[in-house]
């Protein structure tokens, strides 16, 4: 099926977009608690920050970062009892094109999968590719490999379930997603990775940043995103099963099996939220401008 995309571009492609990105977090905690905090951009784009990005505490407490097994950067603190409040605020370049399109990609057999694609073709916590598997077969055996059948599951995903800000679930699974038939965007995310593990597609989990840019502007809270990524003809492609369109302004923090390895905050003891604000917008070059000589 020939799919059509139109976005509104209101900038120069040859002079890339420039995306003010942040957050304001806050927990209330009833004593010191461990925290390990997967708020920061992804190490792939590190190069494109304008701004420093800086995870602001308060009250300040001292941070350790380190990467994950998945590459992922994380920062360690000690919250203390009381009101603890995190924040950040950058500005990001983006090229301002849309998620890449490859009609042609194959699907590699398993036995020539590279070894570290390997574990993305296993269940996981939220991706239970156990109770799915027979009817993925039934419902995606008969599809082309390759990026039409990733294709199939992802329109699939996104005709079966209807988003709900207000049905968030986070111990949700993919099986529970399909039953449900409601969620948000991590169950669109983990139904589409479960279905593609089971179609033998090596599928990972996304977390980022993703605006209203290019696209009317939702009613629904910003907040951070989840898509995924299959491993198509030897690459990583980007897929998200909830929009199922091509986006502009994707910003990458983290990526793993599923929503376990990227939990943007883990909390050892009782941290309550308190607050919880996200903002991506797209800025004007005079206004990034201003923004940097102030950093």
Known sequence: MLRTYVFALPYDRDDPMKIRAGYSIAFDTLAPTPMVLMLSLHPSRAADLLTPETITVDPPVPARQFRDGFGNVCTRILAPAGRISLAADMIVRDSGLPDLQAPDAR??????????????????????????????????????????????????????????????????SAFEAFEQRRGVCRDFAHLAIAFCRCMNIPARYCTGYLGDIGVPPLPDPMDFSAWFEAYLDGRWYTFDARHNRPRIGRILMARGRDATDVALTTSFGQAQLAAFEVHTDEVSEDKARGLVRAA
């Open 107 to 172: 699907q590699l057999p398993v036995a020539d999968l590279p070894d570290d694609v390997l574990p993305y073709l296993l269940g996981s916590r939220y991706c239970d590719t156990d109770k799915l598997g027979s009817f993925a077969w039934a419902q995606f055996g008969a599809t082309p490999e390759g990026w039409a059948r990733v294709q199939a599951i992802v329109d699939f995903v996104h005709r079966h379930i209807r988003f709900d800000y207000l049905q968030a679930d986070a111990t949700r």
